[in-house]
């Protein structure tokens, strides 16, 4: 034997308890998964919210995994989306990071904020920006809050249904920057623009946010 049969041979045999255990989990966790399609109500009361989330998205023809901080990541019609579960209450928070970005030089920049906040109001999605000073640029990351139990309905329509609606919100924000992005608009216009009659009748109640004193 060549010594590089020999060291082959020899890495082969250090790795081979490592590839056994990555087999035996996943094996495990796929068992865990065929059984929850054939679980009742009553014992899907027993399953976790993470398990729940990653059946259904395998029924809705999504590829889950766990990422690093324990959330579940998937791709849906091509973009990013991570789930975190939260356990004690049957609560969900989807995220789609990063959906979008655009440079702090376009010019559609300082109207971006107003189009933000008047998607928000109309939208089940809350979208935020982020700005990475560094590269002058502006990453768009929106993400949705909702309960998920074995017992309220179908969820696998109910899933597919708040995934489509992010896609609705990318075309409001991405529709409204087309319009406004080129237009000159002054700040007295801005000012009106962002103006929500329903949050009216509340700005007299307003309490000022100051600063602690040291």
């Given at each position: 034997m060549t010594d590089i049969t020999i060291l082959i041979a020899v890495i082969a045999l250090a790795l081979w308890p490592v590839v056994l255990f990555?087999?035996?989990?996943?094996?495990?966790r796929k068992k865990r998964l065929e059984h929850l399609e054939r679980m009742?109500?009553?014992e899907l009361d027993e399953i976790?919210?993470?398990?729940?989330?990653?059946?259904?998205?395998?029924?809705?023809?999504c590829q889950p995994e766990i990422n690093s901080e324990?959330?579940?990541?998937?791709?849906?019609?091509?973009?990013?989306f991570y789930i975190a579960a939260e356990e004690e209450n049957r609560f969900i928070m989807i995220w789609?990071?990063?959906w979008g970005s655009i440079s702090t030089d376009n010019e559609a920049f300082p109207v971006l904020k107003e189009i933000i906040n008047l998607v928000n109001v109309n939208s089940l999605v809350t979208t935020v920006y982020m700005v990475?000073?560094?590269?002058?640029?502006v990453g768009l990351h929106s993400?949705?809050?909702t309960f998920f139990s074995p017992n309220e309905g179908e969820l696998e329509e109910h899933l597919k249904m708040l995934l489509d609606y992010f896609f609705d919100t990318h075309n409001a924000i991405k529709e409204n920057l087309n319009q406004l992005g080129n237009a000159a608009v002054g700040e007295e216009e801005k000012k009106e623009r962002?103006?929500?009659?329903?949050?009216?009748?509340?700005?007299?109640?307003?309490?000022?946010?100051?600063?602690?004193?040291?």
């Open positions: 990555l087999l035996k989990t996943i094996n495990i009742t109500k009553n976790s919210t993470q398990d729940l989330v990653i059946s259904v998205l395998k029924k809705i023809g324990g959330h579940v990541t998937f791709k849906y019609q091509g973009d990013d789609n990071p990063w990475d000073e560094d590269e002058k640029t993400r949705c809050h962002v103006k929500v009659k329903g949050f009216a009748a509340y700005k007299e109640n307003t309490v000022p946010i100051k600063p602690p004193k040291e």
